[in-house]
Structure formats: C-alpha cells, structure tokens
C-alpha cells in the first residue's frame, strides 16, 4: 500500500487526535509534527510516535517532502497556513471552519483549484454511520419531500464558563464561539443531506457570559456561547437551528426531519428512529468497532475521522475526490452561512446568503 506522508500543525488538536487516528490507517505515516508558535514547545510531543518535531511550522513545511498537511489550528491561521502548503503543492486536511470569512475561504478555494493539490476540510461528523444513513434516507426519497428540519442541542456549560479561561475560543475575531465549532458541523451536514445550499438567514448570537475572573486577570469575551438560525433552503424547505451552551443543565443534540412520507429522529448522534405516522421504531445501524488500545480524547472521534482520513487516502492515491468527503468547496459554502449568520445577527433581520 502506497504511504501517504503526513505532516501535522498544531500540538494540541493536532496531536491528541489527529495523531493518533491517522496512525491507525496503514496508508498513513505521520512524518513530523509542529507547534503553531514559533520557539512552543509541548508535551504532547511525547506521547506519539513521529520522525521529526518541529517548533516552527514553516521550517517543517520548508524541510520536509510532505504529500498532506493537516491544520489544526486556531481558525485565524488557517489562511496563511493553507496557503503556504497549496504553495508547497502539499494536500490539505484544514480543521473547521475553513477561515474567518468567506473572503478568505474564497481565495483559498481558488488557490486549490488553480493546483494540483486537493483540500479537505474536517467536517467529520457527516461520516458517522448515523449520518449516513440519514443521507442514504433522504437521498432515496425515503422520507418523501423534506418539509421542515430542526436541529438543537442544549448543555451543561454554565460552570465551565465561570470557573475557566476560553482563551481564544472567547474571540470572535480568532474563529471563537460556538457558531464556529459546532454550527458549523450543524451547517454542512444540513446542506449535505439536502443536497442544497441555503438562500436566507435569520440568526440570533447571545454572550450570555461574557466576562471571567481569574487568577491570571480577567478575561472579556465577545464570541458566542449559545445561537438560533431560522432559514431556507434554496428549494425553500424551512429549517431551524439552535445552540444552547451555558445551561446548567442541558439535554443534548436532537435533530428532526419531517417529510411528507416519515418523520426522522436522532438523539445525542446515536439514536435513530422513525415514524410514518404512527408508533417511532429504532433505525438499527451498523457500528465500527472502537480500537480499543486508542486514549482520549481519540477515541471520542474516531466514529467520524477514521472513516474520513480513510477516503481522503483512497481520494489522493486514486486522483479523485470521494463525494462523500467535505472539501474545501463546501468549507467556503458553509463560511458563507456564517458570514451571513453574523450580518443577520448585527442587523437584526433576514439575511441573504452570498453565492460566492
């Protein structure tokens, strides 16, 4: 089996997850690793298995003969690091969101279409089998015409944000929020399993904790814990989408699809079950074994990420892009969502998304 090189940015993400999984696969051979700052170093350096280490992302880039580079990273880096790799002719797997707006994720959709370099961008959770087989179901009409969709989830976050720091995930303006990290997996998979964009938006963003006390100072923060997006589709099936975090006690993802034939539920990404108008019944899914030799935080994506490092390698060595695999076009479909998530929310009214 031909062995794909990898090189990996950032020593968190990068090397608790990433790291690990892509060791799993024997296509892949995690050649070197490197802090995103320069003169950083981690400890994570020591608990995997890799060639070279680096303190300076550029001089990986520069010394090492690399076929993949995976980003993991603050958002606001993304720009400058995806495309100095497309520059090295080096693939690119870029952790959510693609950048920090459309402007950006549109000049680096470009960039990888004038190479010859492919990029991926880690929508992972699209792959778990649950999601999948909503796709198959509603590709298959099996639900008939879509009519509406409500996606929410709620949790126990209020503690955590009035005893910790956030760091940059407290920053609007470094990709922070939850919009960020996790309506953006919300949104990708809406449009995924729709096979359509979404024309307008309606969006509320809330800082319901906006400031922390600790011992190093205080910190203010202007990212968003907590978002509702009501919009359309661009066949004008209505959706809605809700974030809850700084709850004292939340209850979870829930995720309905209502069609003319059936109407789909998924709790908390596991369980499926439908109706065609009477009693729910389970959906049974086929689930991958979970290796049991992978630590944490790992383990808690390996449903998602195994799957997807595992088409990113058939797409490279086959030159074709698996269409299943979030790539950078539908990276830049969902930043243009957000951009407009953003717009809707500072104007307080329904918001056009942007074509390109």
Known sequence: MKKIQ??????????????????????????????????????????????HIYTNWKEMLDKEELDLITICSVPSHHYEMTMESINK????????????????????????????????VNFQWRLTPERMKIKEMVSNNELGEIQYIKYIGSFSGYNNLLSQYRGWEGRRQDGGGFLSAVGSHMLDSLMWWMDQPISDVYAELKTLVPV??????????????????????????????????????GNGWKLEIFGTKGTLVMNNDRDLMISSGGEFHNLQIEDQSLPSHLPAPANQYYRGL??????????????????????????????????????SAASQAMTLVKRK
């Open 89 to 120: 002719n080096v693939h690119v797997l870029c952790e959510k969101p693609l950048g920090i707006s459309a402007c950006q994720t549109s000049s680096m959709l470009e960039a990888q279409q004038n190479s010859n370099v492919m990029g991926f």
């Open 212 to 249: 922390f006390h600790g011992s190093a100072g205080i910190e203010q923060r202007d990212s968003d814990d907590a978002f509702t997006i009501m919009g359309h589709f661009e066949n004008g099936t209505p959706f809605m989408v809700d974030v809850f975090y700084p709850a004292v006690r």
């Open 306 to 343: 195994y799957p997807m490092v595992d088409q990113i390698y058939h797409s490279i060595v086959n030159q074709k892009v698996d269409l299943n695999v979030p790539t950078f076009a539908d990276g830049h479909r969902v930043q243009l969502v957000m951009d407009a998530v953003y717009e």
């Open 6 to 51: 990898v090189g990996i940015i950032g020593t968190g993400f990068g090397a608790t997850v990433h790291a690990p999984i892509l060791g799993l696969h024997e296509g892949f051979e995690v050649k070197a690793i490197a802090s995103v700052y320069r003169g950083r170093s981690n400890d994570a350096f020591k608990e995997i298995e890799v060639n």
